[in-house]
Protein backbone atom coordinates (compact mmCIF):
# COMPACT_ATOMS: atom_id res chain seq x y z
CA UNK A 1 0.00 0.00 0.00
CA UNK A 2 1.35 3.63 -0.86
CA UNK A 3 0.96 4.74 2.63
CA UNK A 4 1.83 1.90 4.91
CA UNK A 5 1.95 3.91 7.69
CA UNK A 6 -0.23 6.29 7.56
CA UNK A 7 -0.92 9.76 5.30
CA UNK A 8 -1.69 12.67 6.53
CA UNK A 9 -3.56 15.43 3.98
CA UNK A 10 -2.41 18.87 4.52
CA UNK A 11 -5.32 21.11 3.22
CA UNK A 12 -6.19 24.47 3.55
CA UNK A 13 -7.87 25.11 6.66
CA UNK A 14 -11.41 27.09 6.55
CA UNK A 15 -12.26 27.42 10.18
CA UNK A 16 -10.73 30.40 11.83
CA UNK A 17 -10.29 28.68 15.19
CA UNK A 18 -7.74 25.97 13.11
CA UNK A 19 -4.34 27.08 14.41
CA UNK A 20 -3.51 26.36 10.76
CA UNK A 21 -5.93 29.08 8.91
CA UNK A 22 -3.34 31.75 8.18
CA UNK A 23 -1.31 28.95 6.24
CA UNK A 24 -2.27 29.91 2.19
CA UNK A 25 -2.18 27.39 -0.01
CA UNK A 26 -0.85 27.52 -3.70
CA UNK A 27 -1.46 25.59 -6.92
CA UNK A 28 1.64 24.18 -8.40
CA UNK A 29 1.65 22.05 -12.21
CA UNK A 30 3.32 18.51 -11.96
CA UNK A 31 5.65 17.94 -14.53
CA UNK A 32 6.19 14.43 -16.13
CA UNK A 33 2.53 13.70 -16.87
CA UNK A 34 2.91 12.47 -20.03
CA UNK A 35 5.22 9.28 -19.29
CA UNK A 36 2.73 8.26 -16.80
CA UNK A 37 -0.95 8.32 -19.30
CA UNK A 38 -1.94 4.95 -17.80
CA UNK A 39 -2.63 6.58 -14.77
CA UNK A 40 -4.43 9.73 -16.20
CA UNK A 41 -6.96 7.10 -18.22
CA UNK A 42 -7.48 4.51 -15.23
CA UNK A 43 -8.44 7.71 -12.89
CA UNK A 44 -10.13 10.05 -15.52
CA UNK A 45 -11.66 7.27 -17.54
CA UNK A 46 -11.74 6.94 -21.48
CA UNK A 47 -11.42 10.38 -23.53
CA UNK A 48 -13.17 10.85 -27.19
CA UNK A 49 -12.04 13.77 -29.14
CA UNK A 50 -12.70 16.71 -27.75
CA UNK A 51 -13.80 15.14 -24.52
CA UNK A 52 -12.53 16.89 -21.12
CA UNK A 53 -12.73 15.96 -18.10
CA UNK A 54 -11.73 16.89 -14.73
CA UNK A 55 -11.17 15.55 -11.41
CA UNK A 56 -11.51 17.95 -8.25
CA UNK A 57 -11.03 17.52 -4.82
CA UNK A 58 -8.67 14.14 -5.08
CA UNK A 59 -5.89 13.22 -2.83
CA UNK A 60 -2.12 13.46 -3.67
CA UNK A 61 0.56 11.31 -2.23
CA UNK A 62 4.18 13.31 -1.99
CA UNK A 63 6.82 10.47 -2.18
CA UNK A 64 10.73 11.49 -1.96
CA UNK A 65 11.86 9.63 -4.55
CA UNK A 66 15.64 9.00 -3.31
CA UNK A 67 16.67 6.64 -5.89
CA UNK A 68 16.46 9.06 -8.69
CA UNK A 69 19.59 9.40 -10.64
CA UNK A 70 18.62 12.44 -12.29
CA UNK A 71 17.83 14.87 -9.18
CA UNK A 72 18.44 13.66 -5.65
CA UNK A 73 15.67 16.33 -4.43
CA UNK A 74 12.55 14.08 -6.30
CA UNK A 75 8.95 13.79 -5.51
CA UNK A 76 7.55 11.57 -7.05
CA UNK A 77 3.22 12.41 -6.97
CA UNK A 78 0.67 10.13 -6.68
CA UNK A 79 -3.05 10.30 -7.28
CA UNK A 80 -5.59 7.96 -4.93
CA UNK A 81 -8.29 6.61 -6.72
CA UNK A 82 -11.51 5.33 -5.10
CA UNK A 83 -10.04 2.58 -3.55
CA UNK A 84 -7.08 4.20 -1.88
CA UNK A 85 -4.76 2.62 -4.41
CA UNK A 86 -1.59 5.26 -5.57
CA UNK A 87 -1.28 6.07 -9.45
CA UNK A 88 1.90 7.86 -10.49
CA UNK A 89 0.70 11.20 -12.39
CA UNK A 90 4.60 12.70 -12.56
CA UNK A 91 6.98 15.12 -9.89
CA UNK A 92 7.37 18.26 -8.79
CA UNK A 93 9.38 20.14 -11.35
CA UNK A 94 13.11 20.41 -9.95
CA UNK A 95 12.79 23.49 -8.41
CA UNK A 96 9.96 23.11 -6.54
CA UNK A 97 11.44 19.22 -5.49
CA UNK A 98 14.38 21.12 -4.55
CA UNK A 99 12.63 23.76 -1.84
CA UNK A 100 9.97 21.18 -0.91
CA UNK A 101 12.07 17.90 -0.51
CA UNK A 102 13.67 19.18 2.63
CA UNK A 103 10.14 20.04 4.22
CA UNK A 104 8.52 17.13 2.95
CA UNK A 105 10.94 14.80 5.07
CA UNK A 106 10.90 16.97 8.10
CA UNK A 107 7.37 16.65 8.02
CA UNK A 108 7.12 12.84 7.26
CA UNK A 109 8.92 12.18 10.81
CA UNK A 110 7.00 14.88 12.81
CA UNK A 111 3.82 13.50 11.55
CA UNK A 112 5.35 9.67 10.99
CA UNK A 113 3.33 9.38 7.99
CA UNK A 114 3.45 10.14 4.39
CA UNK A 115 2.62 13.42 3.12
CA UNK A 116 -0.59 14.32 0.88
CA UNK A 117 -2.27 16.86 -0.09
CA UNK A 118 -5.37 18.16 -1.97
CA UNK A 119 -4.74 17.72 -5.84
CA UNK A 120 -6.67 18.18 -9.35
CA UNK A 121 -6.75 16.07 -12.60
CA UNK A 122 -7.34 17.73 -16.15
CA UNK A 123 -7.58 15.73 -19.44
CA UNK A 124 -8.62 16.63 -22.94
CA UNK A 125 -8.87 14.26 -25.59
CA UNK A 126 -7.42 14.71 -28.85
CA UNK A 127 -8.51 12.07 -31.30
CA UNK A 128 -8.23 8.32 -32.42
CA UNK A 129 -4.71 7.92 -32.19
CA UNK A 130 -3.55 10.79 -30.42
CA UNK A 131 -3.00 10.46 -25.96
CA UNK A 132 -4.76 13.13 -24.74
CA UNK A 133 -3.48 15.59 -23.09
CA UNK A 134 -2.98 15.67 -19.64
CA UNK A 135 -2.22 18.01 -16.34
CA UNK A 136 -2.03 17.37 -12.47
CA UNK A 137 -1.98 19.88 -9.57
CA UNK A 138 -1.43 20.15 -6.32
CA UNK A 139 -2.05 22.93 -3.54
CA UNK A 140 0.88 23.21 -1.52
CA UNK A 141 1.25 25.64 1.30
CA UNK A 142 3.96 27.88 1.13
CA UNK A 143 7.52 26.42 2.12
CA UNK A 144 8.69 29.43 4.40
CA UNK A 145 5.54 28.35 6.35
CA UNK A 146 4.61 24.57 5.62
CA UNK A 147 6.79 23.96 8.98
CA UNK A 148 4.56 25.94 10.89
CA UNK A 149 1.42 23.21 10.72
CA UNK A 150 0.28 22.57 13.64
CA UNK A 151 -1.35 18.65 14.73
CA UNK A 152 -4.88 19.41 16.55
CA UNK A 153 -5.19 18.20 19.11
CA UNK A 154 -6.40 14.49 19.22
CA UNK A 155 -5.84 13.94 15.81
CA UNK A 156 -3.32 11.57 14.32
CA UNK A 157 -2.11 11.75 10.49
CA UNK A 158 -3.96 9.16 8.48
CA UNK A 159 -5.83 8.75 4.89
CA UNK A 160 -8.23 10.54 4.15
CA UNK A 161 -11.85 9.18 4.27
CA UNK A 162 -13.19 7.83 1.14
CA UNK A 163 -16.54 10.24 1.99
CA UNK A 164 -14.21 13.58 1.47
CA UNK A 165 -14.29 12.50 -2.10
Known amino acids: MLYEGGMHCYAEATDPADPNHGIRFDEIEIVGG ?6 YARLLGKLGKGEERELEGGFAVLVRDTENKDDANAVAV ?3 DADNDGHKVGYLAKDDAETYSVIIKQLERRGRSKVGCKARLYGKGLGLFARPIYHCYVCLPDPAVWLDWTFPTGSSPGPPPATDR
Request: proline content about 0%; aromatic content about 22%.
Open 34 to 39: MRCWES
Open 78 to 80: YML
